[in-house]
């Protein structure tokens, strides 16, 4: 068994809603152990594409998103939830995000100044659901006029749509770990075989 279920099992509790919380090795604290496996997966997956940049959403997702950028040699450029007062309008790559776990709508954004045309971006995140996440960063990166290498997920909820969504848009998405389904009476985690 992977490492990565290993410890869900382990260590992953159940919320309402089919929320899984990992706080103690991915989400609030983070274990370097973990983080080192899920860099070479995700490298070993992707290392024959060209890749420029990694990117990702704050906060959750920027632990894994760096580790990955390390081992390809390549910038990590995270998509802010709050605009700050240094960053002009004009200057930027927005899109509009709807959060499972939290319920509310927020705009994430990028510095045009971090991406172009010559970019090709593999983005990465701690869970994929509905693919909001993901959907907006794919939207940052085209609307740069860059290319989307592929999307690297450490948790996948498979009984949710996130991965058909985008793989409609023709993107190659790599879960290092597959949920089926989510047993909240029982605690219990059915995995899904595959990537
Ligand atoms: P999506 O945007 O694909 O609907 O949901 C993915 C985002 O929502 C992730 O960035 C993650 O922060 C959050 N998320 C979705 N489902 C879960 C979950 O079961 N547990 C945790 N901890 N976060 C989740």
Same mark, same amino acid.
């Given at each position: 068994?992977?490492?990565? /279920? ?5 260590? !992953?509790?159940?919320?309402? !809603?089919? =929320?899984?919380?990992? &706080?103690?090795? %991915? ?16 490298? +070993?997956?992707? *290392? ?11 906060a @959750? ?18 998509? /802010?939830?709050? /605009? ?6 004009? +200057?930027?790559? *927005?899109? &509009?995000?709807? @959060? ?10 990028? *510095?045009?100044?971090y991406l172009?045309?010559?970019? @090709?971006?593999?983005?990465? +995140? ?10 907006? %960063? ?9 290319? =989307? ?27 290092? =770990?597959?949920?089926?389904?989510? &047993? *909240? ?11």
């Amino acid at each position: 068994m992977s490492y990565l /279920k290993e410890r869900i099992l382990k260590d !992953g509790v159940i919320y309402p !809603g089919n =929320v899984l919380k990992i &706080d103690s090795f %991915l989400n609030h604290q983070i274990d370097p152990a973990v983080m080192k496996e899920i860099e070479r997966e995700f490298y +070993d997956y992707f *290392s024959d594409r060209k890749i420029t940049k990694v990117m990702t959403v704050e906060a @959750s997702g920027i632990a894994p998103a760096i580790m990955v950028a390390a081992h390809f040699d390549v910038p990590m450029l995270f998509a /802010k939830k709050k /605009k700050p007062s240094t960053l002009k309008d004009e +200057d930027v790559y *927005s899109a &509009d995000v709807y @959060s499972y776990t939290k319920k509310t709508t927020s705009t994430v954004m990028v *510095s045009g100044a971090y991406l172009n045309e010559e970019d @090709s971006v593999l983005i990465i +995140d701690d869970f994929l659901a509905n693919g909001e996440a993901s959907m907006g %960063l794919v939207k940052i990166v085209r609307d740069a006029g860059a290319e =989307v290498a592929g999307i690297g997920i450490c948790v996948e909820k498979s009984f949710q749509p996130g991965r058909e969504r985008l793989e409609k848009e023709g993107l190659d998405v790599y879960s290092i =770990v597959r949920i089926e389904s989510i &047993d *909240s009476e029982n605690q219990k985690i059915i995995f899904k075989e595959g990537h």
